[in-house]
T-cell receptor
Framework: AQKITQTQPGMFVQEKEAVTLDCTYDTSDQSYGLFWYKQPSSGEMIFLIYQGSYDEQNATEGRYSLNFQKARKSANLVISASQLGDSAMYFCAMVDMDTGRRALTFGSGTRLQVQP | DGGITQSPKYLFRKEGQNVTLSCEQNLNHDAMYWYRQDPGQGLRLIYYSQIVNDFQKGDIAEGYSVSREKKESFPLTVTSAQKNPTAFYLC???????????FGQGTRLTVV
């Protein structure tokens, strides 16, 4: 069974600094996908970035990058040049591609607060 | 614009009543999902569907039912058997390759 662990319930970062949100995962599948989502107080889930298990390069999307370390089973999100609007809950998720159940499994989330 | 539409945004239900939450997508995605989120928690999978006319139970399916008669639509019914239905419900859809997954705005259900 797949499992996502986010060990940081809350994080603080100064505006314009970089921050890393941790995510580790567990799966027996060889083929899987990793996602990060942002959830502001309004409740919507905003897709940030995706990394496939066979992708050799780390995914990047603007100020977001995913530090993918396959051997360690970690998929940390790096946000560069933090902005006040980055304050939100962040969820790591994964989907197994090999097994019959192809649905996203989520971690418990990290609340990020950006301070001016 | 392509996207996922959930309705209503807020829903109040009396105890013992069934209610249906709507989820429609025009992204031409094959897969659709329903998640439940309780305050301060992550998302838990209720039901998912990979293709039309087929769906699977997730981790917390008891007290819920779904249908997938059309590719665009995946309604969720919260039945009276669901003992604690007050929560935030999120619908999502993804491509068959699961390389992207998008969510609707959510429905906040409250039992009164």
């Amino acid at each position: 069974a797949q499992k996502i662990t986010q060990t940081q319930p809350g994080m603080f970062v100064q505006e314009k600094e970089a921050v890393t949100l941790d995510c580790t995962y567990d799966t027996s599948d060889q083929s899987y996908g990793l996602f990060w989502y942002k959830q502001p107080s309004s409740g919507e889930m905003i897709f940030l970035i995706y990394q496939g298990s066979y992708d050799e390069q780390n995914a990047t999307e603007g100020r977001y990058s995913l530090n993918f370390q396959k051997a360690r089973k970690s998929a940390n999100l790096v946000i560069s040049a933090s902005q006040l609007g980055d304050s939100a809950m962040y969820f790591c998720a994964m989907v197994d591609m090999d097994t019959g159940r192809r649905a996203l499994t989520f971690g418990s989330g990290t609340r990020l607060q950006v301070q001016p | 614009d392509g996207g996922i539409t959930q309705s209503p945004k807020y829903l109040f239900r009396k105890e013992g009543q069934n209610v249906t939450l709507s989820c429609e997508q025009n992204l031409n995605h094959d897969a659709m999902y329903w998640y439940r989120q309780d305050p301060g928690q992550g998302l838990r999978l209720i039901y998912y569907s990979q293709i039309v006319n087929d769906f699977q139970k997730g981790d917390i399916a008891e007290g819920y039912s779904v249908s997938r008669e059309k590719k665009e639509s995946f309604p969720l019914t919260v039945t009276s058997a669901q003992k604690n239905p007050t929560a935030f419900y999120l619908c999502a859809s993804s491509t068959s390759l699961n390389t992207e997954a998008f969510f609707g705005q959510g429905t906040r259900l409250t039992v009164v």
